[in-house]
Structure formats: structure tokens, C-alpha cells
């Protein structure tokens, strides 16, 4: 089996010392070196996290194989919070006058199943130097190349099925961007610092999605504090935020947007 075929359940069913190997083994072909092995819990059971340095950028391994990606919202319970909230955003003019889960249904991915090939991702997302038609260019000489939309899903989520990648619910009363630590600034489980502030907006190799934020729009325009969290939902994919990125009026603000490196294994 290639490290590209590794898959998450295989990955979940390794002893640290095979896990080990495997890491030194994607080090080898990166040309880097591990810098991290530990092992965290995760949905109910261990997972191996696994931190490689390559040319002075850290990459963390993403096991992928068969996932379930995309949200359901017919099956989320929201909290009586998150209802008020957006019920207030409602009044206010915001959401499209639709209700929460209809609302949801619009700028959350889908539920289904997709098959990522195993990969290293950057653990922290980097500022386009150029714009995004240029960027995978600039990437690629670099031995590198863009995340694709279910790639950065996947390693997000981290095979969580729950609005955000720690649970379904987000501290209303806390901003949903800048520092001061809190839920949304730990690392993930694969130790990706991701969907860490709605200011930012990561593009993927999908044109039609951004992800990990909005660029601020909903902060800016006062939406309410659900939809200011909302854009660090794993599936959030920002329609209207990436229709902007890719027209006119994003033409030239390629250091406002940022992506999240990926080496592919073999």
C-alpha cells in the first residue's frame, strides 16, 4: 500500500511504533524530517498526530481514504442560543429572510462521500504572494500545490460530522476572530491551526468556494453573532465571499486571501 492509499480507519488502527514509521516514511519523500509524533483522542479514540518540517514550513499528515464530508442540518439540534440569535439577524434583515436550517441548506457543502488521498498539509495557511490564478504556479515550483475544496473539508473536520470541527455549538458571547486563545485557536485534530478567525479566507482549488472565514463580512456588517461564527463551520464554503474573490472586484487583493499548502504523497 502507497501512503497515498492510507486511509483514516488504518491510520486510527496503527501502534505507534508502525505509525511512526509511516511518518518518517512521508518525511523521506517531502524531504523533510518529523518533528512531532503524539497520539490524541478523538471521537472516543486514539488518533496518531504527526508534524513534519520541510524547508522551514510545518506540514501535519492528513490520512484520507472513503469520508463522509458536507453537513446535515435537518439533523442538527441547535441550541435555544443559536436559534434567538439568528432569529434577531432574521429581523434585522440578514440570512436571506430564511430560516436557520433553510439558511444553512444555501452556504453548507452537501452530505456525501469522497476518497482524499493521503497528504501533508500546511499546518498553518500562507498569504497568497500572487493572485489566486497565479498562486498554483508559484506553488508548484515549490514542489506544492493548492488543497482541493474536499481536501480542506476532510482535513478540517478531521471525520467529525458536527457544524465545527470541535462540536456543534460556538461561544456566542466570544468574537470570532482576532487572538485571546479559546476553542477556535487550538489546533485540530490533525493539528492544523484551522478555522481559527472569520477575518480569513483561505481559497482551495475550487473556484466556486473559500473556507475558514469571510473575510470579515459578517463582523463588518454587524449580522449577528451566530453568522459571524457561522464561516468557521467545516463545511461552510462562503458562496457569496468566493464569488467575489474570483470577480472583478477581487482583481488585485491576492494578499487579502491566503491558502493552505499540500504536498502530495505516493
Given at each position: ?241 468566493a464569488e467575489f474573490v474570483y470577480g472583478p472586484e477581487g482583481a488585485g487583493m491576492g494578499e487579502e486571501f491566503s491558502t493552505r499548502p499540500v504536498f502530495s504523497l505516493r
Amino acid at each position: 500500500m502507497s501512503l497515498a492509499e492510507l486511509t483514516l480507519d488504518h491510520w486510527r488502527s496503527l501502534d505507534r511504533a508502525a505509525a511512526g514509521r509511516l511518518a518518517h516514511e512521508a518525511a523521506a519523500q517531502a524531504g523533510g524530517r518529523v518533528v512531532l509524533l503524539d497520539t490524541v483522542d478523538h471521537l472516543g479514540a486514539p488518533l496518531h498526530r504527526v508534524r513534519i518540517e520541510r524547508e522551514g514550513q510545518e506540514f501535519a499528515l492528513i490520512p484520507g481514504g472513503r469520508v463522509r464530508l458536507g453537513f446535515d442540518p435537518d439533523a442538527w439540534v441547535p441550541t435555544a442560543a443559536q436559534i434567538a440569535d439568528f432569529e434577531e439577524s432574521r429581523a434585522e434583515g440578514y440570512g436571506y429572510e430564511l430560516p436557520l436550517k433553510d439558511y444553512l441548506a444555501e452556504v453548507l457543502s452537501p452530505v456525501r462521500t469522497a476518497a482524499p488521498a493521503t497528504v501533508l498539509m500546511a499546518v498553518r495557511d500562507e498569504t497568497l504572494t500572487e493572485c489566486p490564478e497565479e498562486m498554483a504556479d508559484v506553488l508548484a515550483a515549490r514542489g506544492l500545490r493548492m488543497p482541493s475544496a474536499d481536501e480542506w473539508e476532510h482535513a478540517c473536520g478531521a471525520g467529525a460530522d458536527t457544524l465545527f470541527r470541535w462540536g456543534n455549538e460556538c461561544p456566542l458571547e466570544e468574537p470570532s476572530y482576532g487572538g485571546g486563545g479559546g476553542v477556535r485557536q487550538e489546533p485540530n485534530a490533525f493539528g492544523l491551526h484551522i478555522a481559527y478567525d472569520s477575518y480569513a479566507t483561505e481559497l482551495s482549488g475550487d473556484r466556486a468556494a473559500v473556507h475558514g472565514g469571510d473575510g470579515g463580512e459578517a463582523v463588518c456588517g454587524g449580522y449577528g453573532a451566530l453568522l459571524a461564527w457561522l464561516p468557521l463551520a467545516t463545511a461552510n464554503r462562503n458562496p457569496s465571499v468566493a464569488e467575489f474573490v474570483y470577480g472583478p472586484e477581487g482583481a488585485g487583493m491576492g494578499e487579502e486571501f491566503s491558502t493552505r499548502p499540500v504536498f502530495s504523497l505516493r
